[in-house]
């Protein structure tokens, strides 16, 4: 802004911006370095090899497939579902007025702040109680619930489109799912984007859930990797280098999905998050 | 009235899988979890059940470890959050003006908030580790090493692996230095302010709704770390269910040992209750605070 101290201003701007990506960027520098460099060698900070079968060991010394397709079966079933119901009941809050609209929302904000794990262990006795320990059907349960912020995503998307639209839906005999479905819901494609990619990085990533919920063999990857170290058979000492690649793995498709959709999730952030 | 009648229905029908949901896997768990902290149960005498009183309630006061946990927990809040929405509102800072590859930084300092846990506890457990890469980093200095995972930095540590993350929250500073009027700070050029006035005068209080935002979410979060401390200083086995180092026992990891480990789900319960007033009486504390230092729009118009 100020024309004087430009080109110096720029320049040690710049030197600061760099310097903070290198701090941030080191971890996963160094994890691929690591990731990349012969077993059992000393931490390195420069690439010392090319050692890919690292990758390859890192998805064949424990389960990894099984615990791949667990996860991907958890994460479609909770994106199907969730994704869908939150668009839904977000539409409602937003769009249908109704007696007790305004109680139930301040109930779907109230349910974003509660500590998740308050309803998460009695939920846990409850399925205990009732055998249902063990099954995917949980997150079934929760999906088809949709999401308290998710929602509120959703209403704040749809609390912006004018009126007429609806208006004219109305006058072309159109139902209200109808005008739902072919109107609302294609119009909000960056926010059902920005839910999905949420969705699935949050579903990817939990570890607790399936732990409480699950037994081993339907582990997805996150519990498994928390669970099950990286050792030659036989042997107790873990490959380190063996377990910065399954990190890395692991990592790779949230942070795929985070690019294809970074576009409508900082819009999505930008038009939600402030009003709210 | 037959249009307002169809409107009524369809609302009801169109929010009735949330509203199932939350009652049966929501309400219902809270309330019974409630119930249980009232309870004796311990995992096998459900049939059983003795009502207690408050008697799991008074043992949390008189558990020396519960005790502990909470107070590590505050102290872990209390340097995590104002540092993590402090380098969250100064990289969106940074960030904010129109300059070349602005975009790439912002997708930089974002990346680390999404990595999952798991992989950023693989890595950081590794650069930790006594002859880690970190170690090597204070050799080449001739700094004396450190045991990061020990006792003396395991908090150190983990506040240094969370705040890693702390790039998650310029988003949301990002859009709310966008929403900051540009007349202001042409009258303030005007009348001759500096760069620094404009910070302190113009940028910082309009940025406080978001700040208060970024504090309280912070805070809620920050309460209720468990996976963190218990992956990264537990045992190198990675066992989920083992005690992570002295210094890093949070509330929630003793809560969730209590349950998990040694089946004591009453206690539990009731560990979990007290938490869940402890985060509520911190977010009211704040919300009251917050007149004195929020600014908010609505004041200005009227």
């Known amino acids: 802004m100020n024309v004087g101290s430009s080109k110096w201003g720029t320049s040690v701007f710049y030197v600061v911006l760099i310097i903070c990506s290198l701090v941030f960027l080191l971890p996963l520098y160094l994890a691929i370095v690591n990731s990349l460099s012969s077993w059992y060698s000393a931490p390195t900070i420069v690439l010392t090899g090319f050692h890919f079968e690292n ?15 667990n996860s991907v079966i958890i994460c479609a079933i909770v994106l199907f579902t969730s994704t869908m119901i939150s668009g839904l009941v977000g539409y409602a809050f937003a769009r249908i007025k109704a007696p007790g609209r305004n109680v139930l929302f301040m109930i779907v904000l109230s349910t974003m702040m509660l500590p998740g794990i308050v309803t998460q262990i009695p939920t846990y006795i409850l399925f205990y109680k009732y055998n249902l320990i063990n099954t995917y059907l949980p997150w079934l349960f929760w999906g088809l619930g949709g999401n308290a912020f998710f929602i509120f ?11 007429e639209l609806e208006e004219a839906a109305r006058i072309d ?71 910065l690649a399954a990190g890395i793995l692991f990592m790779i498709p949230v942070i795929i999905t985070f ?11 930008v038009t939600t998050g402030v009003k709210g | ?92 800072l940074l960030l904010n003006r129109n300059i070349r590859g ?36 204070l050799n080449l200095f001739h700094l004396p090493r450190i045991n990061w995972l020990g006792y003396d930095y395991a908090t150190v540590s983990l506040i240094i692996m969370l705040l890693w993350g702390a790039g998650g929250g310029i988003l949301i500073n990002l859009a709310g230095l966008k ?85 004591r789900f009453a206690y539990g319960m009731a560990l979990l209750w007290i938490l869940f007033i402890v985060i509520l009486l911190i977010t009211i504390i704040l919300f009251t605070t917050s007149k004195f230092w929020v600014h908010y729009e609505t004041e200005q118009e009227g």
């Open chain 1, 55 to 69: 990758f390859i060991y890192a998805t064949t010394l424990i389960d990894f497939l099984k615990f791949v397709k």
């Open chain 1, 153 to 163: 995503l959703y209403r704040q998307f749809f609390a912006t489109i004018p009126k």
């Open chain 1, 173 to 243: 005999g159109c139902s209200i799912f109808r005008t739902y479905w072919n109107i609302f819901l294609p119009m909000s494609l960056p926010v059902v984007a920005t839910v999905s990619i949420m969705n699935f990085q949050g579903t990817w990533g939990d570890v607790m859930t399936p732990f409480m919920f699950l037994k081993q063999d339907l582990y997805p990857l996150a519990t498994a990797l928390s669970m099950i170290t990286y050792q030659e058979p036989g042997s107790k000492v873990i490959i380190q280098q063996v377990s």
């Open chain 1, 259 to 269: 690019f294809l959709g970074q576009r409508y999730i900082v819009e999505g952030i």
């Open chain 2, 1 to 92: 009235m037959k249009e307002k009648t169809r409107r009524i229905v369809a609302f009801y029908l169109m929010i009735s899988p949330w509203f199932i949901v939350f009652l049966l896997l929501g309400l219902y768990p809270m309330l019974y979890g409630l119930y249980l902290s009232f309870t004796n149960y311990y995992g096998f005498n459900m049939n059983n059940l003795k009502m207690v009183g408050f008697h799991n309630y008074r043992t949390v006061f008189t558990d020396s470890e519960a005790l502990y946990a909470m107070g590590r927990t505050l102290l872990v809040t209390v340097i995590n959050v104002p540092l993590g929405t402090a380098i969250g509102l100064s990289l969106a």
């Open chain 2, 102 to 137: 602005g975009g790439v930084f912002r997708t930089i300092f974002y990346l680390p908030s999404i990595v999952p846990v798991i992989s950023s506890v693989l890595m950081w457990r590794f650069m930790f580790s006594n002859d880690g890469i970190l170690n090597s980093i």
């Open chain 2, 179 to 263: 929403g900051i009027p540009k007349e202001l700070y042409e009258a303030a050029s005007i009348d001759g302010a500096s760069a620094f006035q404009k910070l302190f005068r113009i940028t910082l209080p309009l940025m406080t709704p978001v700040i208060f935002f970024n504090v309280i979410m912070g805070v809620i979060g920050s309460l209720q770390i468990y996976l963190q401390p218990i992956l990264l200083t537990g045992s190198e086995r990675s066992e989920l269910l083992t005690r992570p180092i002295q210094n890093n026992y949070l509330y929630v990891v003793h809560a969730f040992l209590q349950i998990f480990a040694f089946q």
